[in-house]
């Protein structure tokens, strides 16, 4: 079990040597996340391997307190090496449990900005993939309407 001091220890450590700071360009994904409230923002750039859809790089840029980028800084570590679907599974709630959720129980959307913002990223990564699918499926469907073969 974790004390206060180790949250906090954990959180400075992040926004003062972030991980993955940094734009992948060009990227598979990108999103933009913004915290309304204050005008903080988070960009962040991810690559994907197509075949078992993991994250095999992550990276994150941004503005804003320090709980919301030392929180991306920690995303970008929580989701290296996973795939598209065990991001999606989480929640916010998974990160706020690393940061301390005493700690950041008042500051949720500093905490989950990042990993919200993954979640846009591969979000818009899917829909951009399903409609390369559809695409390709209509293309396939007109050439087998004039009667050509594919496998
Ligand atoms: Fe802006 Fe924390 S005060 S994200």
Do not use: W
């Amino acid at each position: 079990m974790s004390s206060r001091q180790d949250y906090i220890d954990f959180i400075l450590d992040h926004y003062e040597n972030p991980r993955n700071r940094g734009r992948l360009d060009p990227a598979d994904a990108t999103a933009k996340g913004g915290n309304p409230g204050c005008g903080d923002i988070v960009v962040i750039s991810l690559n994907i391997d197509p075949e078992t859809r993991v994250i095999t790089e992550a990276r994150f840029e941004g503005e804003g307190c320090t709980i919301s980028q030392a929180a991306a800084s920690a995303a970008t570590e929580m989701i290296a090496g996973k795939t598209i679907d065990e991001i999606l599974e989480m929640s916010g709630d998974d990160l706020v449990e690393i940061l301390g959720r005493d700690l950041v129980s008042g500051r949720i959307r500093c905490a989950t900005l990042g990993i919200h913002t993954v979640r846009a990223a591969l979000r818009k990564y899917q829909a951009a993939r399903r409609m390369d699918q559809i695409e390709a499926d209509r293309v396939v469907d007109q050439g087998r309407e004039l009667g050509l073969e594919f496998e």
